[in-house]
């Protein structure tokens, strides 16, 4: 009978909490569905089953705090048959979640109806923790019904609605805020102490890209146009086929190979922080299909509902920070990946080209690369793949 | 739909987008992009939200021109010929 482990969400997480267990003892798993709700120090993580079968026993209660790879529960793996054995039911009360970094005391969750997920933004489902209020009883007045800050407000400014909070919301929120940021220094750490890390930049004149891009959009309501990001990821997926050491990982001592091209993607959150999930296989991918499961991504990231298939197996990092002005990317290499891609802002600057001085859309790429894995002619390599399919759009 | 209307409907499209900004305290002439800290899928999923409570179509070509609240329902109101 396997264990179901807490997973790794990403090489800054070492430990997850059990927020929510969506099946219960005796309870049928299919394969790929959500079996429980983590929350790592940067996100809450919905974790599906690999396999299927039947959810034997719960060990990891909701509140408790558990290492990436301990036991959380025992599944029965097998087709749809009835499990032989009465299942056995989750254990005693809880033991107080071990989060020693935490100088406030850890928000009290909130229990969800059985069988029933809340939506909630995570601003309002960290306020409504913090204020000690029940998700289940608040009217959602966002989209699809999903509850927002203002909602949880207004329910707390009703006398006797709120009871007395537990601890300062405020500081409450900061503390999450400072797990964070204390989750991503330490994989921004480990990279600049365990990665000798070289740099490449190249500017690529995107024109023709983007000519292609707004001929293609013209033909599209406007829910399915395409951003220019999308050629940029099909480009650094297909020129990582090209340069397969920059597409993989660094795990004892040598490089292995990505079992495809995963290309991680740098998330802003608007409450702070990033995440970075996955889109698979990318070079099998149209650009159109791309750009919808991105901002597919993007959506579930910021509103909190990412799966764990979503932040698994990146094999190469993307960030783009040209919405920020930013011309040129200076990035770090997420461990154990070797590799990552940094694109600036698309800016109109003089370009020559064949010995003609134009004006041009320029985008200036960059590469932050494992010397281990691959060294700079390699990673120019790369580059420049990325900046030759960029100028032939249709190949995408 | 009234112009009134119109800045209403926009309004709640942004807040779907930014639910944690006080959106009362919006300034009409300076660029959504910078009070509301937007990226380019923010600025793309408002403007379909826009659509999708409007009806107006927004092609890409008029983007530029739509950076502000002040800005975008006045697109609005021509596109629908709302007062």
Known sequence: ?396 | MTRDQLRAQTLEALAGIAPEADLGTLRGNIALRDQLDLDSMDFLNFLVAVHQRTGVEIPEADYGALATLDQLVAYLARKTGAA
Do not use: C
């Not at chain 1, 969400?9 to 798993?29: E, F, N, S, V």
């Not at chain 1, 969750?109 to 909630?120: D, E, K, L, S």
């Not at chain 1, 000798?196 to 013209?218: C, F, G, H, I, M």
């Open chain 1, 1 to 396: 009978m396997p264990d179901f482990l807490m997973p790794s969400l990403g090489a800054d997480m070492d430990r997850g909490t059990i927020l929510h267990w969506h099946k219960q003892p005796g309870d049928r798993i299919e394969r790929g569905e959500i079996v429980v709700l983590v929350d790592t120090d940067k996100a809450e993580i919905e974790v599906e089953s690999w396999s299927a079968g039947w959810l034997d026993e719960v060990l990891v209660r909701e509140g408790e705090t558990v290492p990436v790879g301990a036991a959380i529960a025992r599944i029965r793996t097998g087709e749809a048959e009835q499990p032989s054995a009465a299942p056995t039911p989750p254990p005693p009360a809880p033991v107080p979640a071990t989060r020693p970094t935490l100088a406030a005391p850890t928000p009290k969750r909130v229990a969800a109806p059985a069988g029933a997920r809340i939506h909630a933004s995570p601003l309002a489902r960290r306020l409504a923790a913090d204020l000690g209020l029940d998700l289940a009883t608040l009217t959602g007045s966002g989209p699809e019904g999903a509850i927002t800050r203002e909602d949880v407000e207004r329910t707390a400014a009703r006398p006797a609605a709120a009871p007395p909070a537990t601890s300062p919301p405020a500081a409450v929120r900061a503390d999450k805020q400072a797990t964070m940021r204390s989750a991503i220094a330490a994989a921004m750490e480990r990279a600049h102490r365990e990665i000798p890390q070289y740099y490449l930049a190249t500017r690529v004149d995107v024109s023709r890209a983007l000519a292609w891009l707004t001929e293609q959009n013209e033909s599209r309501p406007l829910a399915e146009r395409v951003l220019p990001v999308a050629l940029f990821l099909k480009a650094v997926g297909k020129a990582a086929l090209e340069v397969p050491e920059v597409n993989g990982f660094w795990r004892d001592g040598a490089f292995v190979p990505g079992d495809g091209v995963h290309v991680g993607v740098i998330v802003s959150l608007r409450q702070g922080g990033i995440l970075a999930p996955a889109l698979h296989d990318v070079p099998r991918m149209s650009v159109t299909a791309l750009f919808a499961e991105f901002r597919a991504l993007v959506a579930r990231a910021r509103s909190g509902k990412l799966r764990s298939s979503d932040v698994a197996g990146g094999t190469i990092t993307v960030t783009s920070l040209g919405d920020q002005g930013v011309e040129t990317v200076f990035g770090v290499i997420m461990p154990p990946q070797v590799a990552l891609v940094g694109f600036g802002r698309i800016s109109e600057q003089p370009f020559a080209d064949h010995g003609l001085l134009g004006v041009k859309p320029v985008v200036e790429i960059t590469l932050s690369a494992d010397h281990r894995a691959s060294d700079g002619h390699r990673g120019g390599r790369f580059l420049a793949a990325i900046a030759r399919l960029l100028q032939d759009p249709e190949s995408l």
